[in-house]
């Protein structure tokens, strides 16, 4: 079974510049995050979705991030425009759904980005 | 809100030691998961092993196991037998069904030495 897929591994972009993030979650899996990973820090989640919904958005930046996750499968988080603060790791997660026997999370490897 | 804490930012083992890294949290929910997750350079978080809350028996997973304090709230990792291959991020999480987030630890790094 194929695990979570994410392009690019790697971003290096101006400031100001728009960048977008792609994400393709295990197949079956309904539930799929979006994650913020500052250096040495935990992730921190940024939207959660529930097959094509937006079910948990309040910590995604609204002014400058959108994600969206066309059909439920693929999900893409962009951000417009960039900033210096926004370097960080972005990870992309899924599970089988949020109930007590479904919530394990599998994340993909992630998106290093660099804003210059 | 839930909290996690790791208080070794930092630890080392030698090769076929043992090793225990700790994680506290803070919740007044009465039904939770706790998870850890191993995170190496390659960055993929990779989950070690997970505990329900309303199991009293630690969870054990090959070389890995837990002590599940739920008074304390406490729930360490320890890694029997240490690999150079264990030599990573471990970062301590925690779950519910309220918010279906998981909240992270701010992680402790392990090396393990020959």
């Known amino acids: 079974e194929a695990g979570v897929v994410q392009s690019p591994r790697y971003k290096i972009i101006e400031k100001k510049q728009p960048v977008a993030f792609w994400c393709n979650p295990i197949?079956?899996?309904?539930?799929l995050y979006w994650y913020l990973q500052n250096l040495g820090q935990g992730p921190e989640l940024l939207i959660r979705?529930?097959?094509?919904?937006?079910?948990?958005d309040s910590q995604l930046p609204k002014d400058r991030f959108s994600a969206e996750r066309l059909k439920g499968v693929d999900s893409t988080l962009k951000i417009q425009p960039a900033e210096l603060g926004d370097s960080a790791v972005y990870l992309c997660?899924?599970?089988?759904?949020?109930?007590?026997?479904?919530?394990?999370?599998?994340f993909g490897a992630g998106t290093r980005l660099s804003v210059l | 809100a839930q909290t996690v804490t790791q208080s070794q930012p930092e630890m080392s083992v030698q090769e076929a030691e043992t090793v225990t890294l700790s994680c506290t949290y803070d919740?007044?929910?009465?039904?939770?998961?706790l998870f850890w997750y191993k995170q190496p350079p390659s960055r993929q978080m990779i989950l070690v092993i997970r505990q329900e809350a309303y199991k009293q028996q630690n969870a054990t997973e090959n070389r890995f196991s837990v002590n599940f304090q739920k008074a304390a709230k406490s729930f360490s990792l320890k890694i029997s037998d240490s690999q150079l291959g264990d030599t990573a991020m471990y970062f301590c999480a925690f779950y519910t069904g309220t918010a279906s987030k998981l909240t992270f630890g701010t992680g402790t790094r392990l090396q393990v030495t020959l």
């Open positions: 997660a899924s599970s089988r759904g949020t109930g007590w026997s479904k919530n394990i999370q599998y």
């Open positions: 919740t007044s929910e009465s039904n939770y998961y």
């Open positions: 979705y529930e097959n094509e919904e937006a079910v948990d």
């Open positions: 197949s079956g899996h309904n539930t």
